[in-house]
């Protein structure tokens, strides 16, 4: 297992020995498009899931999303996004009025996105290959992860740095006499989602992303802290979080590059989980590599096979009696097509193929296909 981890912090690394000159990345959040007054984008996915099996196909209107901001001046704006999930599903998941001091700085506060990772930030379907996002930014991160904070962000261009550190309302893990958190998914059931958050602590989330050698990105994350409690005189009713995460994306020509590994540890799952009876692990680890290859075709269309390989354990460790589970031990290969017909519009297919450590399963198949747009 370390074997395996040290491996895919060598190929992470291994990006920056690779970068040559290129154009820089052109992903800009809705926040840097803003014009005067009133700005309106979006985005949405709709999906076709298909399980090699007897079970039925799925599809569905997976995500449709409102972007809404507006700019008061050339300092002060607001950023928000409602997304709609499943065509019955309304969520707000940002909304933040952002003060820019100056070039270099600016000051956040408000619903916003914990800065971990690739996909959390930057989740649009039209910037990721692939029809679901992967898997790593559902079981470990979790995307799409944001809470209430306020903090600052910037860059400091003599370095090629660009920073961001805020305060954040944590996870919620035990509330109305029930625990939340468990081993299957680690945190994904215990985002507050700006949702009358309870809040007992504030978190630390820090990010800083080196952008100093043309098509290379390179992003070191932390998040420290822990879970919230409505009853904090409950022992054991919360846990510490510890998580890190190392993130690489490289473009040369045609070709992409993009990985990112993270890591999570918690204290206290011991007594968590004897007075839940959740099973939460006290160890969480994730990491994926991918490679695509495009083909311009006429004007801004691409054909771009892509291949990415997964890996995502939410019990690499546990506390006390509990015995590591071995079907949260998971890897996947996936593989596809992305077909860009516009700038923000693209047809996607590909096929999956999920394992886990449990002795003599089998492996688990799905074909996907669907559109993304993006404006």
Same mark, same amino acid.
């Given at each position: 297992?370390?074997?395996? !981890?040290?491996?895919?912090?060598?190929?992470?690394?291994?990006?920056?020995?690779?970068?040559?000159?290129?154009?820089?990345?052109?992903?800009?959040?809705?926040?840097?498009?803003?014009?005067?007054?009133?700005?309106?984008?979006?985005?949405?996915?709709?999906?076709?899931?298909?399980?090699?099996?007897?079970?039925?196909?799925?599809?569905?209107?997976?995500?449709?999303?409102?972007?809404?901001?507006?700019?008061?001046?050339?300092?002060? /704006?607001?950023? /928000?996004?409602?997304?709609?999930?499943?065509? /019955?599903?309304?969520?707000?998941?940002?909304?933040?009025?952002?003060?820019?001091?100056?070039?270099?700085?600016?000051?956040?506060?408000?619903?916003?996105?914990?800065?971990?990772? @690739?996909?959390?930030?930057?989740?649009?379907?039209?910037?990721?290959?692939?029809?679901?996002?992967?898997?790593?930014?559902?079981?470990?991160?979790?995307?799409?992860? !944001?809470?209430?904070?306020?903090?600052?962000?910037?860059?400091?261009?003599?370095?090629?740095?660009?920073?961001?550190?805020?305060?954040?309302?944590?996870?919620?893990?035990?509330?109305?006499?029930?625990?939340?958190?468990?081993?299957?998914?680690?945190?994904?059931?215990?985002?507050?989602?700006?949702?009358?958050? @309870?809040?007992?602590?504030?978190?630390?989330?820090?990010?800083?992303?080196?952008?100093?050698?043309?098509?290379?990105?390179?992003?070191?994350?932390?998040?420290?802290?822990?879970?919230?409690?409505?009853?904090?005189?409950?022992?054991?009713?919360?846990?510490?979080?510890?998580?890190?995460?190392?993130?690489?994306?490289?473009?040369?020509?045609?070709?992409?590059?993009?990985?990112?590994?993270?890591?999570?540890?918690?204290?206290?799952?011991?007594?968590?989980?004897?007075?839940?009876?959740?099973?939460?692990? /006290?160890?969480?680890?994730?990491?994926?590599?991918?490679?695509?290859?495009?083909?311009?075709?006429?004007?801004?269309?691409?054909?771009?096979?892509?291949?990415?390989?997964?890996?995502?354990?939410?019990?690499?460790?546990?506390?006390?009696?509990?015995?590591?589970?071995?079907?949260?031990?998971?890897?996947?290969?996936?593989?596809?097509?992305?077909?860009?017909?516009?700038?923000?519009?693209?047809?996607?297919?590909?096929?999956?193929?999920?394992?886990?450590?449990?002795?003599?399963?089998?492996?688990?198949?799905?074909?996907?296909?669907?559109?993304?747009?993006?404006?």
């Amino acid at each position: 297992m370390k074997k395996i !981890r040290l491996a895919a912090t060598a190929l992470l690394i291994g990006f920056i020995a690779f970068a040559q000159e290129n154009s820089n990345e052109n992903t800009q959040s809705f926040g840097n498009k803003l014009i005067d007054g009133v700005s309106i984008g979006g985005y949405a996915q709709i999906d076709y899931n298909e399980p090699d099996g007897s079970a039925p196909g799925k599809l569905d209107v997976h995500r449709m999303i409102m972007y809404l901001g507006y700019k008061f001046n050339d300092k002060v /704006s607001f950023i /928000s996004e409602i997304e709609y999930e499943h065509v /019955s599903e309304l969520y707000v998941e940002q909304a933040y009025l952002k003060y820019k001091a100056n070039e270099n700085f600016n000051v956040l506060a408000g619903l916003m996105l914990v800065p971990m990772g @690739i996909i959390n930030e930057y989740h649009e379907p039209t910037t990721f290959y692939g029809v679901e996002r992967p898997n790593v930014d559902n079981f470990i991160v979790p995307t799409t992860w !944001r809470e209430i904070g306020v903090g600052f962000s910037g860059k400091i261009d003599n370095a090629s740095l660009k920073y961001q550190a805020y305060l954040f309302n944590g996870f919620k893990s035990y509330a109305a006499g029930a625990g939340i958190l468990r081993g299957s998914d680690g945190f994904r059931k215990g985002r507050q989602k700006g949702a009358e958050s @309870i809040v007992n602590s504030p978190n630390l989330s820090a990010k800083l992303d080196y952008y100093g050698i043309t098509g290379l990105r390179l992003g070191l994350s932390g998040y420290f802290g822990k879970t919230q409690t409505d009853n904090t005189a409950i022992e054991g009713s919360t846990v510490g979080i510890s998580m890190i995460g190392f993130d690489a994306r490289y473009k040369y020509n045609n070709l992409e590059l993009r990985g990112q590994y993270i890591h999570t540890n918690l204290t206290d799952t011991e007594d968590y989980n004897l007075l839940t009876g959740k099973d939460l692990g /006290s160890e969480m680890y994730g990491f994926y590599g991918e490679v695509a290859y495009s083909f311009n075709l006429k004007g801004v269309e691409k054909l771009t096979p892509f291949l990415r390989y997964e890996k995502h354990n939410t019990h690499a460790s546990t506390a006390g009696n509990l015995v590591a589970n071995d079907a949260f031990d998971r890897d996947e290969i996936i593989f596809g097509l992305n077909y860009k017909v516009a700038n923000g519009a693209a047809f996607k297919i590909d096929y999956q193929l999920m394992n886990n450590a449990v002795a003599g399963s089998d492996t688990a198949k799905v074909f996907n296909a669907g559109v993304a747009v993006s404006f």
